[in-house]
């Protein structure tokens, strides 16, 4: 069946480092969504990119499509406290469109 | 505000006794969707419906029922709760499947 595996799954980063995390799917995706869910949280949506190459930036995150809407990367720069959290990236089945996949998520901690 | 409302936040119940896990959106979605997390196994869609008395199986259905009377309305049925139905669940809705989710704030589920 259809797989979205995401690494790493720990980062650990100093503040004011970067971060990046990797979305690979087995199949083709038709969007990309990204989440990201706080300590004792719950998901928020953070963006859905929808075209092949699409790049789109919010403050310190870029989030950036594959060409063959495959693959998805998430960075951040100059990592902050508040970035804390698991990262996770989800795209719909191809065979099923209620159906969604959820990568394991990245959960990325930051040391003052 | 725009939100997802899930009750109870947390619960504690023994095996067999049947349990209604409520979730309310206020967002006129159209698609709603049940999810468990558990540590090492990601986010899991349980089920999902696509609008008004239109629900579908998702990855994990065994053990759960629901259904969608009224739009805003998407509950989750235990008939007889088991442990290994122990998790934390989440309810999440969007306006069409696979736009990006809002997700209520979870339920802590233990059954012993």
């Known amino acids: 069946g259809q797989q979205v595996m995401q690494i790493p799954q720990y980062q650990h980063v100093q503040e004011g480092e970067d971060f990046t995390t990797y979305c690979n799917s087995s199949?083709?995706?038709?969007?990309i969504q990204w989440y990201k869910q706080r300590p004792g949280g719950h998901p928020v949506f953070l963006i859905q990119?929808?075209?092949?190459?699409e790049v789109k930036k919010q403050k310190r995150l870029t989030f950036q499509f594959g060409e063959a809407k495959k693959n998805s990367s998430l960075h951040i720069t100059a990592t902050q406290t508040t970035d804390v959290g698991t990262y996770f990236c989800?795209?719909?089945?191809?065979?099923?469109?209620?159906?969604?996949?959820f990568g394991d998520g990245t959960t990325l901690t930051v040391k003052p | 505000e725009a939100q997802v409302t899930q009750n109870p936040r947390y619960l504690i119940t023994v095996t067999g006794k049947k349990l209604t896990v409520t979730c309310s959106q206020n967002?006129?979605?159209?698609?709603m969707s049940w999810y468990r997390q558990d540590p090492g196994l990601g986010l899991r869609q349980i089920y999902y419906?696509?609008?008004?008395?239109?629900?579908d199986k998702g990855d994990v259905p065994e053990g759960y029922k629901v259904s969608r009377k009224e739009k805003r309305n998407f509950p989750l049925i235990l008939e007889s709760p088991s442990p290994n139905q122990t998790s934390l669940y989440f309810c999440?809705?969007?306006?069409?499947?696979?736009?990006?989710?809002?997700f209520g704030s979870g339920t802590r589920l233990t059954v012993v």
């Open positions: 999440a809705s969007s306006l069409q499947a696979n736009y990006g989710y809002t």
């Open positions: 199949t083709t995706l038709s969007n």
């Open positions: 990119l929808v075209k092949s190459g």
């Open positions: 989800a795209g719909p089945r191809s065979t099923n469109a209620g159906k969604s996949t």
């Open positions: 967002m006129n979605h159209e698609y």
């Open positions: 419906s696509m609008n008004v008395e239109v629900t």
